[in-house]
Nanobody, 127 residues
Framework: QVQLVESGGGLVQAGDSLRLSCAVS????????VGWFRQAPGNERRFVAA????????SYAESVKGRFTISRDYAKNTVSVQLTSLNAEDTAVYYC????????????????????WGQGTQVTVSS
């Protein structure tokens, strides 16, 4: 079984930055592609960013491209996303998710692509 725990959320002002981290445990970290999703109250969970198990391939939602950066640290078994230029539309619960990847350069873009999920961390952007 794979466990994921998000951290780093909080209350920030518009224009500020946050770094969210996802700690992955239970299995071989390098075997899993990891994605980030977010869900605002009353809305559906939406794709944010993803990174392949080898760390080479990354993908971003159009709404966050150029503002968010995803990375992974193999020594710490973590995947992080740096959020910059935050605005009110970024307010949501952010979740990380993992899936066992057959191909080293695979990234998933849909919730159903992922097998394991964290509990989420709240990001609130105040104008």
């Amino acid at each position: 079984q794979v466990q994921l725990v998000e951290s780093g959320g909080g209350l920030v002002q518009a224009g500020d930055s946050l770094r969210l981290s996802c700690a992955v445990s239970g299995r071989t970290f390098s075997a899993y592609a990891v994605g980030w999703f977010r869900q605002a109250p009353g809305n559906e969970r939406r794709f944010v960013a993803a990174i392949s198990r080898n760390g080479v391939m990354t993908s971003y939602a159009e709404s966050v491209k150029g503002r968010f950066t995803i990375s992974r640290d193999y020594a710490k078994n973590t995947v992080s996303v740096q959020l910059t230029s935050l605005n009110a539309e970024d307010t949501a619960v952010y979740y990380c998710a993992a899936r066992r990847a057959t191909y080293s350069d695979y990234v998933g873009h849909y919730s159903d692509d992922y097998q394991y999920w964290g509990q989420g961390t709240q990001v609130t952007v105040s104008s």
